[in-house]
């Protein structure tokens, strides 16, 4: 699916419609693009949507954030950026395992993500502009997706 945005707001309504579609679930959500392109952005209003109550901002230099959902199970917020070439376990299989974890610049820890997720990329364009790629790549978050209306 590909989507083209125009406006921080527009970037902030899709986080919204995607917080609906993984309301109660547990999923990872992969996103990646250039410095700029507005992956924490898209993650605060998505937390935000979440019942979130906590700022959220990028765990760039703590690399992991965990904020509680409003039904009380977590959303784990990844910064990988500082991981790139890092090859050990990093434990972060237990975020897969309950809540909605959500990880930025995710393509420097490949190797650990599990096969089925949602991953969304975001390219800039002029200004506000954005072209947004998003697959699904397993068979739980294509029927995540299905549900997706804009």
């Known amino acids: 699916m590909k989507l083209e945005i125009h406006s921080i707001a527009e970037t902030q309504k899709f ?4 917080a609906r579609l993984c309301r109660g679930k547990t ?10 392109a507005g992956k924490t952005t898209w993650t605060k209003a998505f937390g935000k949507a979440l ?7 990028s765990p760039t230099f703590t690399i992991l954030k965990s904020y ?5 199970k977590p959303l784990h917020h990844i910064d990988a950026y500082r991981l790139e070439g ?29 096969d089925d997720r949602i991953s969304i ?21 294509q029927e995540i997706l299905e549900g997706y209306h804009d």
């Not at 376990?89 to 599990?114: A, K, M, N, R």
Request: overall charge negative; aromatic content about 6%; some cysteine.
């Open 86 to 114: 890092a090859s050990q376990d990093l434990g972060f299989e237990d975020c897969f395992d309950e809540g909605i974890t959500v990880i930025e610049w995710s393509h420097y820890i490949e190797d650990q993500l599990p």
């Open 15 to 18: 986080a919204q419609e995607m």
């Open 27 to 36: 999923v990872l959500i992969t996103l990646d693009g250039d410095l700029g």
């Open 68 to 72: 509680k959902q409003e039904d009380g």
């Open 121 to 141: 990329s975001l390219e800039e364009g002029i200004g506000e502009d954005r072209t947004i790629v998003i697959e699904a790549t397993g068979k739980e978050t």
């Open 51 to 57: 019942g979130v109550k906590n700022t959220i901002n």
